[in-house]
């Protein structure tokens, strides 16, 4: 089985930094790649960023220069680091792990930005 689990969501004012979470664990075998999505209150879920097991990056054009993704393969972790946020960054922010046996969601962590 695979888990994956996101932390490090939460309540931060407008102009703030959150870093977020998303390690695998379990039978993972190669992970192919790793993407953060989010869904704001009322609307779809939304592509934020993504990197592969090489370290290629994509982020939507929306939030370049607000966001970066990195990862620590030894950890399965990947980071999503979000700065100056906005009340309109508001969202479930989710995971998936795609791996050579299939792609693995998270249950997400809410972020909040309200002053």
């Known amino acids: 089985q695979v888990q994956v689990v996101e932390s490090g969501g939460g309540l931060v004012q407008p102009g703030g930094s959150l870093r977020l979470s998303c390690t695998a664990s379990?039978?993972?075998?190669?992970?192919?790649?790793t993407n953060w999505y989010r869904q704001p209150p009322g609307n779809q879920r939304e592509f934020v960023a993504g990197?592969?097991?090489?370290?290629?990056?994509n982020i939507v054009d929306s939030v370049k220069g607000l966001i970066t993704i990195s990862r620590n393969n030894a950890k399965n972790t990947v980071y999503l680091q979000m700065n100056s946020l906005k009340p309109e960054d508001t969202a479930v922010y989710s995971c998936?792990?795609?791996?050579?046996?299939?792609?693995?969601w998270g249950q997400g962590t809410q972020v909040t930005v309200s002053s």
């Open positions: 998936n792990v795609v791996l050579l046996a299939g792609t693995y």
């Open positions: 379990g039978s993972i075998g190669t992970i192919v790649a």
């Open positions: 990197i592969t097991s090489s370290g290629r990056t």
